[in-house]
């Protein structure tokens, strides 16, 4: 077997396990202080607009970066390929197609954004950073030529399709529609990443790209897969983002994009070896989210939740680089 095993790197010290609980330990201690100061905050219909409003479509899209991020890359293009997804399927829902041939082509422009990323960071050579910051330019572009210059797609609210409407604001068993189809999707990303030999190449490509390149993995084609899933996912936030709204809103895609990049790499430190990982992503957007409400309870102002949400990355940024120093102390001959 060619696949190169991601067991050999070396873990952490025992000793670094409690930065392990850092991201949880946050997380409870928002909600005990948000508890306190905003009354309503742990009511049942306040946790539920949480989950709904502010951490479904920002997990969808943190679930397509941490893809990029296990690869060893990022994805700066995945607000992109929320507005190409959202702009198909909108489109085509104002064409008169019906919801789920609307959708697949929601789905395909997002898979199309992220093969054309794998076509520059694994054909051409070029670092992901910066092919995902040329597409993200791209993208807005193609947007502009194809909405005369940025004007939102709207569906016409006498022509709503029930299936428009239920994904938008449906439920099941008394739980929202896109609540039920995050949870899919993120126990499908953890399962192919903690359970498949697809997943563990991928990781292996993420630590060591040349050994995984001269040890027989085909790298350009798994990145392909990996920059297409991702582009995919952050796709389907579009089309959930256009049910909600019943429209397509120019730019949207890139309020996501920052948290996305926060919670992926905050949840590396849910990780002894410091990987990417869908529990960790999830627990990241959902100290996010809370925070963010938290704070809007408490009267603070939209740019104080930036702030806040810029703290929390510092923080995250100062427990992975405690891990890094930890590890290297801990590498025999490093006394």
């Given amino acids: 077997m060619s696949s190169v095993s991601i067991d050999r790197q070396a873990r952490l010290p025992r000793g670094t396990d409690l930065l392990r609980f850092g991201v949880p330990a946050a997380l409870a201690a928002v909600l005990l202080v948000f508890a306190i100061a905003a009354p309503g905050f742990l009511t049942l219909n306040n946790v ?7 951490v479904a479509l920002t997990a969808i899209v943190a679930l397509a970066m941490t893809l990029a991020v296990a690869a060893g890359g990022t994805d700066l293009s995945v607000g992109t390929a929320v507005d190409l997804g959202s702009l198909a ?23 199309g954004t992220g093969v054309f990323n794998a076509i520059l960071i694994a054909r051409l050579g070029i670092t992901p950073f910066l092919a ?15 909405t005369d210059g940025g ?10 399709p029930p299936a428009l409407a239920f994904i938008g604001h449906g439920s099941v068993l008394g ?20 359970r498949t030999r697809f997943g563990r190449e991928v990781l292996a490509i993420g630590v060591e790209p040349q050994v995984a390149l001269y040890s027989g993995l085909p790298v350009g084609r798994i990145l392909t897969l990996v920059y297409g899933a991702s582009a995919a996912l952050a796709a389907v936030a579009g089309i959930l983002l256009s049910a909600h709204v019943n429209a397509y809103v120019p730019y949207s ?12 790499f905050i949840g590396t430190s849910l990780s002894r070896t410091r990987r ?8 990241g957007v959902a100290l996010f989210g809370f925070v963010q409400n938290g704070l809007l309870l408490v009267g603070w102002n939209f740019y104080w939740q930036q702030v806040g949400t810029g703290i929390l990355i510092f923080g995250a940024l100062l427990l992975a680089f405690a891990g890094r120093g930890s590890a290297a102390r801990g590498r025999p001959g490093a006394h």
């Fill in 48 to 54: 539920a607009g949480v989950l709904v409003n502010n």
């Fill in 89 to 111: 399927f909108v489109s085509a829902i104002a064409a008169g197609h019906p919801v789920w041939i609307a959708a697949l082509l929601g789905v395909l422009a997002g898979v």
């Fill in 132 to 146: 995902t910051l040329g597409t993200l330019f791209i993208g807005h572009s193609l947007q502009q030529l194809t």
């Fill in 151 to 160: 004007n939102p797609v709207y569906v016409s609210a006498a022509s709503i």
């Fill in 175 to 194: 739980v929202p529609f896109v609540l039920w189809l995050l949870a899919g999707l993120a126990f499908g990303t953890w399962l192919v990443l903690a």
């Fill in 253 to 264: 895609g890139n309020a996501y994009l920052l948290d996305s990049i926060g919670a992926a």
């Fill in 276 to 283: 990417a990982n869908v529990p960790g992503t999830l627990l």
